[in-house]
């Protein structure tokens, strides 16, 4: 059927509802004459009279009766299939990507996730970890998770975490055989548990700050690793000190495992933000993720 005779149908179907010309045009947003002339072409082109016209009133004939018991069911299935569809778009499905670093994805977006999935079983996630600052769009990730330091500026960055601060760390059999580092500089003379950055791939030069004075120090040791689950293993175990986020380690430091040291060299910093590019139109499903991280950021403020 041509999309002219399916309008004609249309068009029929809402003068013999409506029983008037006037008013089915108002509900079409036709004019009383257009549908007058689309109702008789339908008529002409079957050649039978689909309607029963006087001054007051417009009927169906015995064959725009027998029409309309074939055409009611199909239009209100059609209908009913538009609002499944209406319903799909904007029902929350599909699979969302972030990449994110492992601490990230713990304490960030996990507790989020796993509130949010059971509620919403058409929706799927994918968190890929990486402490490299990945590109995104070539890499066709929805979203990533970095601090709000390291969002490009050409990205839309929304804040999900509070601010951070770094912790030097050690292990009390550590202290015992070394002197406590009075200063950043001093940790050139103590062994330490060294980052290597994916991104750039040399070593993490630890960063410190105190009244406006920056430091960066350069640290040694026997360990290098490229997760910070590992670096607070190997503290634990008294092989040097890391330095880690704070909230890694504070349970660590209050049941006595490890000891802070240099606290005042280490500032807050601003926390993760979730961050994804500008033109994107987000889904229900992404629109619904965001939500969720901002609501539970602004509950943790």
Known sequence: MKGSEF????AFLAVADERSFTRAAAKLGSSQSALSYTVR???????????????????PTEGGERLLRTLRPAFDQIDNELSALGELRDKPSGTIRITANDHAADTILWPVISALL?????????VDVDYGLANIVADRFDAGVRFGDQVAKDMIAVRIGPDLRMAVVGA????????EPKSPKDLVNHTCINFRQ???GGLYAWEFEKRGRELRVRVDGQLVFNRMAPML??????????YLLEDMVEA????GRLKRVLADWCPPFSG???YYPSRLQPSPAFALLVAALRSKAALGR
């Open 7 to 10: 309008g004609d149908l249309a």
């Open 41 to 59: 072409r339908l008529e002409m082109r079957l050649g039978v009279r689909l309607l029963n016209r006087t001054t007051r009133s417009v009927a």
């Open 118 to 126: 059971p509620k919403f079983p058409d929706i799927k996630v994918e």
């Open 172 to 179: 009390p059999a550590y202290f015992a055989a070394h002197p």
């Open 198 to 200: 994916p991104s750039a």
């Open 233 to 242: 293993s190997a503290a634990l175990a008294g092989f040097g000190l890391a």
């Open 252 to 255: 660590d430091i209050g049941a």
């Open 272 to 274: 993760y933000h979730l």
